[in-house]
């Protein structure tokens, strides 16, 4: 006859949390030998104060090393909240078990000098890493040894750099005063913002030499791009329609179609123009995780094209191991810079921008921008869409003389949000 085993659970309204069973865990390792351990179990004085009254730091000292584990604050065990933990102790000889209230601790490595109730994250990070550096010096290998003191060389040699560095400010600073220095920045600001604008002429005597055309579709591209624009040689409202029903192709680029001239050279010369404006749409509006090389643009774009734009709109970074292009934020303005420059050229120096907004999926704002910064008037016009609905279109015209945009004098404070 199997024995019968019957179980009872001892709880006591008078019985606190320090008298519970205590389970303990250790945060580096497993104990092998708990006769050379001594354990502590401290409460809490401040039996008037309901918070406190039930918290304890539980200690383990060893030969080496000295263990605190406690049940409040941030380094306690949430589980301790969730789930409710029992120990059952068997007495063989009657074979009743009694089962007994339970607590678990996370021993940690104490060092003297810590606070076992510090709160502050920033503090309790950086009093880990004097841990482990502690530890390294201790019982470190001898690899281990020679990183931790290349690693404080360094954060020595990186203090001394910004001391370095901020003494230098201040000796420019006392030397040329804050008015040449916000004289230098304004000027650099606007080198920079060139760098991300087509090459402008704004001594121009006529608008097609302020944005020049070769600069924006160099010869090898305007000649590698023509074997690839068949698809919008067209002429048809009904081929316009079948055209824009495939969604390969932008709104900017379908109205640019339905007025385009009709004597032949100057009708190729649009389209040829009007396909590389297209390429360029798909170049901004490719998200990060589509753009991963210049395959991305597709099989009906020239290498040489591939390659010109790759060059002139991405930048090189290094990421898990490889180099790879990317698009910033600065690049992609850069591109619509360039969209509306090309734009300017395809409709005689006057463009639609909010069919661009539009189709790169930008804010007016941003496009806005972007054209007065290359010197553009921009100005409200009616515009008739489908359906015979007239709509607020933005409308950029390049004229001479260039506007000039004043830095300084015409910057608007942004307010805080």
């Not at 019985?15 to 580096?28: G, K, M, R, Y």
């Not at 941030?74 to 102790?89: D, E, I, Q, R, T």
């Not at 007495?91 to 209230?101: A, C, S």
């Not at 509006?285 to 395959?295: A, I, P, Q, W, Y």
Request: proline content about 3%; charged content about 25%; some cysteine.
């Amino acid at each position: 006859m199997a024995a019968h085993v019957v179980w009872k659970y001892r709880e006591s309204a008078e019985q606190e949390p320090h008298q519970w069973a205590t389970l303990v865990q250790f945060s580096n390792g497993k104990l092998t030998n708990s006769e050379n351990v001594e354990f502590q179990l401290h409460k809490n004085i401040h039996k008037n104060n309901p918070r406190k009254k039930n918290q304890l730091i539980l200690s383990a000292a060893t030969d080496r090393l000295t263990y605190v584990g406690n049940n409040f604050g941030p380094s306690a065990l949430k589980c301790n909240s969730l789930c409710k933990y029992f120990v059952g102790v068997l007495n063989e000889n009657t074979g009743k078990m009694e089962v007994h209230n339970a607590q678990l601790f996370n021993m940690q490595p104490f060092f003297p000098g810590d606070s076992v109730t510090k709160e502050d994250t920033n503090e309790k990070e950086a009093s880990y890493r004097e841990k482990v550096d502690s530890l390294i010096e201790a019982f470190g290998t001898i690899k281990q040894k020679h990183a931790l003191n290349s690693r404080r060389l360094n954060q020595v040699g990186n203090e001394t750099l910004q001391e370095a560095v901020t003494k230098a400010a201040e000796n420019i600073i006392d030397k040329k005063g804050i008015s040449a220095l916000a004289n230098e920045a304004t000027q650099f600001e606007s080198q920079f913002e060139s760098a991300f604008l087509p090459p402008c002429h704004a001594g121009a005597d006529k608008p097609e030499d302020v944005y020049k055309f070769e600069d924006i579709i160099s010869t090898a591209e305007y000649q590698a791009i023509k074997p690839c624009c068949e698809p919008l040689k067209i002429s048809t409202a009904e081929d316009i329609l079948k055209l824009a029903e495939t969604g390969n192709y932008s709104t900017f680029v379908l109205e640019s179609l339905k007025s385009a001239p009709q004597d032949e050279k100057s009708r190729d010369h649009q389209i040829n123009c009007l396909f590389y404006l297209q390429i360029l749409i798909k170049l901004h509006n490719l998200k990060k995780h589509e753009f991963k090389h210049k395959g991305s643009l597709g099989s009906d774009v020239a290498d040489v094209v591939k390659n010109s734009l790759m060059k002139k709109f991405t930048v090189l970074t290094y990421n898990n191991g490889r180099v790879q292009n990317i698009i910033p934020i600065s690049m992609k303005a850069k591109i619509v810079a360039y969209i509306i420059a090309l734009a300017l050229h395809i409709n005689n120096f006057q463009t639609d921008l909010t069919y661009l907004q539009q189709d790169l999926k930008i804010s007016e704002n941003r496009i806005l921008d972007v054209a007065k910064a290359m010197g553009l008037k921009v100005a409200k016009r009616k515009v008739n869409i489908r359906g015979g609905i007239a709509e607020d279109h933005r409308v950029a015209t390049l004229s001479l003389p260039l506007i000039v945009q004043n830095k300084v004098h015409n910057r608007k404070r942004k307010k805080m949000a």
